[in-house]
């Protein structure tokens, strides 16, 4: 039996974990989500994040971000630590949401300008200066590789981008207020493999600068960029271990095995 | 068996076509009706409007004196002020009212609580005009009296206050109608981004769903410019260029509401009559093509 804590393998090798997760259980109603789930995720790792529909990966996602809170009728108990404090003491729950990028399965171009768009987070959280705004767009948009394509049209709107430049688009959007913690999930569902494979070599670079947690489908992804994986099983954390255990011969779950080898069920 | 297999596969067809014509049919008489309104009303009114009235007169003279023995004028240019002062003030009050109503239905309020709001603003809408015409002419006439010290409480001020309260729950249902349409998707990255729910409506919703916000305050414009009873009633009906608020003023739909009735068919005041129709008429087309326009342009613009 594997526990969480692990040594890392490449660059994730700092030991100090970023978020606490302890006995994490959610509960939509009456069927449960996450059953009490405990791991840490590394500063400045990439922690790929697999599981079949319906595992809670999700739902992990929106309890880290606090978003979970605005679908009714939800129970959540245990605790996330984000730096050591419980994310649920904290009061500016807005500030939270700013410290962590999310990236959601589905392109979602606000139908704002591409120069909007990637300028929200900073309005909201109160910078007007049009040089400061102009200097945070270009460099996420640099960030998100898609600088180059919209330079010229930023005026134009976020929702005409294609699919796959939409997807940077709400990667340079979740950059935009500096997080310290990025959160995919599943980005690469509406984009084609030759711009799924530009965006993880974005999200290599990104590396240096922040902690990622890579939600995918793909299981091949996370072997390629994810230095730990977590896999996720009907709510239960099966397994937590470095890419390299979890993709061998043999890990500690046959599960994880079959899973990850397209043998599953 | 064989024949039945027939008649029903030679059914089909008719049925399709006799659906299909009928349903065409639906779609034209909608044409026909306004062509066929249009008609009517320019007729009645055309003998007069081409020989006889002085258009000049007509569009700028405050004199309004149909029935005058020796002194016959036909100046509607108070009732044109008096409807587009009406409706403007009518617009003042109800746009900010029903689109923070709209917004707060939508967004802000508990799902039970939007149940309750809606059913409420449905019984709002279906008051008939009358109703809000007896209230105008009795408890808002004594409100107007006491709290400005009026000498008349019918006024501007009244009148603009019944139609803003008739438009409100058409601009609440159609707006709430166009903030729900905006995808939730849209809701949920603008949370996730730390937006705070104000910011969320005011920077992402509203945007979104100009277009139908844009429409609802539009129809609830006119509405109030085709509104008769309400503000036959609680106006003050007297010809007069408004100097505020609590002026008296009478509009084109109350002229032609309380006049026609007391004219001969055919003779020169009841075509006059009808040309303030064709005003209208008028009116509500530029109103609709100019809404049709600025939708297109934002249209082109996306």
New interface residues.
């Given amino acids: 039996m594997t526990t969480p804590m692990q040594t890392n393998s490449d660059n994730g090798s700092q030991n100090t974990p970023v978020i606490e997760i302890s006995d994490l259980k959610v509960r939509y109603g009456d069927s449960p989500a996450l059953n009490g789930i405990s791991f840490d995720v590394y500063q400045n790792e990439i922690l790929g994040i697999i599981g079949p529909a319906q595992s809670g990966k999700t739902t992990l996602l929106k309890v880290i ?1 606090r ?1 979970l809170e ?1 679908t ?1 009728d939800t129970t959540v108990e245990g605790s996330v630590k984000l730096d050591g404090v419980d994310i649920r003491t904290i009061g500016d729950v ?5 410290r962590i990028g ?1 990236v ?1 399965p ?1 392109p ?1 171009g ?3 300008s591409i120069y909007d768009n990637v300028a ?2 900073p ?3 109160g910078i007007r200066a049009k040089s400061e705004l102009d200097e945070i767009v270009e460099r996420c948009l640099q960030q998100a590789a898609l600088w180059d394509e919209v330079k010229d049209r930023l005026d134009s ?1 976020g ?2 981008l294609s699919g796959g430049q939409q997807q940077r688009l ?1 990667i340079a ?2 950059l ?2 500096q997080p310290e913690i990025l959160c995919l999930d599943e980005f690469s569902i509406a984009v084609d493999p030759v711009t799924t494979m530009r965006i993880e070599e974005v999200l290599k670079t990104l590396q240096t600068e922040m902690t990622i947690l890579l939600v995918t489908n793909l299981v091949q992804q996370a072997k390629r960029l994810a230095n730990r994986t977590a896999f996720f099983l009907n709510g239960d954390l099966i397994e937590i271990d470095t890419t390299d255990v979890i993709f061998s011969e043999n890990p500690s779950n046959q599960a994880t095995y079959d899973y990850v080898n397209g043998t599953f069920g | 068996m064989n024949i039945l297999r027939k008649k029903s596969t030679a059914n089909l067809p008719f049925s399709e076509t006799a659906i299909e014509l009928f349903i065409r049919l639906c779609g034209i008489s909608s044409i026909i009706f306004v062509f066929g309104i249009f008609f009517f009303v320019f007729r009645e009114g055309a003998g007069f409007l081409f020989g006889g009235l002085d258009l000049g007169q007509f569009l700028t003279s405050v004199e309004w004196q149909p029935t005058s023995l020796n002194n016959k004028r036909y100046g509607a240019f108070a009732l044109i002020v008096g409807t587009f002062s009406v409706t403007v003030l009518a617009m003042c009050i109800a746009v900010p009212f029903g689109l923070g109503a709209a917004i707060f239905v939508s967004e802000f309020c508990s ?1 039970k609580l939007r149940e309750a709001f809606k059913i409420i603003i449905e019984l709002l809408a279906a008051i008939p005009s009358v109703v809000w015409g007896f209230i105008g002419l009795t408890l808002m006439n004594q409100l107007i009296i006491t709290v400005f010290k009026a000498p008349i409480g019918l006024t501007m001020l009244n009148g603009g206050i019944m139609l803003a309260l008739m438009s409100v729950p058409i601009i609440v249902s159609i707006a709430e109608d166009a903030l729900k349409a905006v ?1 939730d ?2 809701r ?9 729910r104000w ?1 969320v409506t005011y ?2 919703l509203l ?2 769903a100009k277009n139908g916000l844009l429409a609802a305050v539009l129809l609830g414009a006119a509405r109030s410019i085709g509104e008769t009873m309400a503000v036959l009633m609680a106006t003050g009906h007297s010809v007069n260029i408004p100097s505020g608020p609590l002026s008296w003023i009478r509009t084109l739909t109350a002229t032609i509401a309380a006049e026609l009735g007391e004219v001969a068919r055919g003779d020169e005041h009841y075509q006059v009559l009808f040309i303030i129709g064709i005003l209208l008429f008028t009116i509500t087309f530029v109103v609709n093509l100019i809404a049709d326009l600025v939708i297109k342009g934002i249209r082109q613009e ?1």
């Fill in positions: 971000n978003t605005l009714p807005y500030g939270l949401r700013r999310m959601l589905l979602v606000l139908p704002l929200f987070a309005r909201t959280a709107l929702t005409k709400t959007r979740a935009s207020h | 799902p995808p998707s849209y949920e990255a603008a949370e996730a981004l730390g937006a705070t910011q920077r992402v945007p979104a996306q």
